[in-house]
Every structure is written in structure tokens, then in C-alpha cells.
């Protein structure tokens, strides 16, 4: 576990980045979509792609949960890399990157989200 | 979608451990930022700032992850009744923002919590110092903003009406 734990700054870095570009992505119509899966709250289903019918028939799509699945396994495969690599070289730039990559984040996620506060 | 009875429970309990949870994260940050220098006299808020911080991580991890939990189950039933059923219908858009900074701050937090227990649980240097302040107080920050967000929209419409 221990030997594991050095690459969880690596994880969080991975996952805080990749969650606010998966957001971006999707508020850019850069990707139809882009969540690894998909929650329709009035059906209760799971769908791996959004569904064709209607928004009136579905009622809303709920792509939250994806986007976290999606970090997570962003994260993991950087954790996995990481963990391939030698020790203690880049221990401290993770030291930095995990406190500014989550305010990099945020600042950016606020960008995107300013249009809910000016309309 | 859970049934209104089990939505209210959940939310009442979403609510107890986010407490809990902000109480931890709280005490731990000032006694990061504000720790008291010397053997002052042992009044209450000389103890606040005096916990030992480091007691706290399992505890804050453990509650953070259970708040997300039960927060991400009534999500669901929030994105209709509330959202869909109110905020939408009257065009509330600020309060929408709101909800969705507190989504993508407690998603993000959670991602955090893996490094944020590695730091916690090393021996303690200056350059890891910093970073277990930043840490905490992001998840602090993170915290307060979803419990007040919560309060503010289960005062708009909660659950059940």
C-alpha cells in the first residue's frame, strides 16, 4: 500500500484536470457526448450513449455520474504510469501540480458555469 | 427515484454527516492556519486551534465519502422535483449554477482524497506542509459551499411538496 500511496498525488492531479476538461468538452458540443455513461432520473435507466428519443419522453439526462467514471479511470491509467516509472524524481513537481491542478480546475469550471449567474 | 419519505431520510442524513464532516474539516484547518504559538492559557478557542490536525484525516475521509454518497442518491430525485419541476419552470438560473459549482467541487474533492490521505499520513516537512494546507482547506472550502448551496435550495423547494 505504502509503495502504491506515491502515486495517488498522480491520481488526484489526473482526475481533478480531466474532470473539468471533460466538462469543458461537453459545454463546448466538442463531443456529443462524452460521459462514460449516461442516468435518465425519470426512467431509471443507465445508457452508454445519450438516447434518441425526445427530452419530452426521456425527461433529463443526468451525465455527472459519467463524467466521475470517466476521471476515475483517467486517473487510474496516470496512477498506472506513474507507478511503472522510478520513485522520488518528480516527487515534488506532484507536490505542486496537487494543489494548483484542483484551483486551475475550479477557476476554469467557473468560467464555464458564469453563464448560469449573467443571464 | 426514491420515494419521498426515503428522500427526506436521506436528505436529513446527507445533512447530519455533511455537518459532521465540515466540523472536522474546519477544526483542522485552523488549526493549520492558526495554530497558537507558545503554552497560552487553555481557554476555548486557544483549544480549537490546538487539536491535532492529523487525528482528523481518516475520520474527514471516511464522512466526506459518505456525504458524497448519500448526496449523489438524492441527486437524482433533486434533478427532478427541484430542478426540473421548479427551478427550471421559473427560470431560477442562479440557483442552478450554485448546485452545479457544489457538483463539480465535491466531484473533484472526492478525486483529492487519495493524496490528500498520502500527505496527511507522511512525516511532516515544509514543502509537504503547504500542501496539506491547500489540500484541506480546498476540501473545506468545498464543504461549507455544498452545505449552504443545500440549505438554500432545499429552502427554495425541498423534497416532498
Known amino acids: 500500500m505504502r509503495s502504491m500511496a506515491r502515486v495517488f498525488p498522480v491520481f488526484g492531479v489526473a482526475y481533478v484536470l480531466s474532470y473539468a476538461l471533460f466538462f469543458v468538452a461537453q459545454d ?18 443507465f445508457d452508454w450513449d445519450l438516447l434518441k428519443a425526445p427530452l419530452a419522453k426521456t425527461g433529463p439526462v443526468m451525465l455527472w455520474y459519467g463524467w466521475i467514471a470517466n476521471s476515475v479511470i483517467v486517473g487510474a491509467v496516470a496512477a498506472g504510469i506513474a507507478l511503472l516509472l522510478p520513485a522520488g524524481r518528480s516527487a515534488k513537481l506532484w507536490s505542486v501540480l ?16 458564469r453563464l448560469w449567474f449573467i443571464r | 427515484m426514491f420515494s419521498d419519505n426515503v428522500a427526506i431520510f436521506l436528505l436529513i442524513t446527507h445533512g447530519i ?20 504559538k507558545g503554552a497560552g492559557q487553555a481557554g476555548f478557542v486557544t483549544s480549537l486551534r490546538a487539536v491535532r490536525a492529523a487525528h482528523y484525516t481518516n475520520a474527514i475521509i471516511v464522512l466526506y465519502v459518505i456525504t458524497a454518497i448519500l448526496g449523489g442518491l438524492i441527486y437524482v430525485n433533486y434533478r427532478i422535483e427541484v430542478r426540473q419541476f421548479y427551478l427550471d419552470q421559473y427560470k431560477m438560473y442562479k440557483s442552478n449554477g450554485l448546485f452545479e459549482m457544489k457538483e463539480h467541487l465535491i466531484a473533484m474533492g472526492l478525486g483529492l482524497l487519495p493524496a490528500y490521505w498520502y500527505y496527511w499520513k507522511q ?7 503547504k500542501v496539506r494546507t491547500v489540500l484541506s482547506a480546498y476540501l473545506a472550502f468545498a464543504v461549507w459551499f455544498s452545505f449552504l448551496v443545500g440549505h438554500w435550495l432545499n429552502n427554495i423547494q425541498g423534497f416532498g411538496k
Open chain 1, 98 to 113: 496537487v494543489w494548483a491542478a484542483p484551483i486551475l480546475s475550479f477557476l476554469v469550471l467557473c468560467y464555464f458555469e
Open chain 1, 28 to 45: 463546448r458540443a466538442l463531443f456529443s457526448h462524452n460521459a462514460l455513461f449516461a442516468y435518465y432520473p425519470a426512467l431509471g435507466e
Open chain 2, 123 to 129: 512525516e511532516l516537512k515544509p514543502e509537504i506542509a
Open chain 2, 17 to 36: 454527516v455533511a455537518v459532521f464532516t465540515l466540523g472536522a474539516l474546519t477544526h483542522q484547518v485552523i488549526s493549520l492556519t492558526w495554530a497558537p
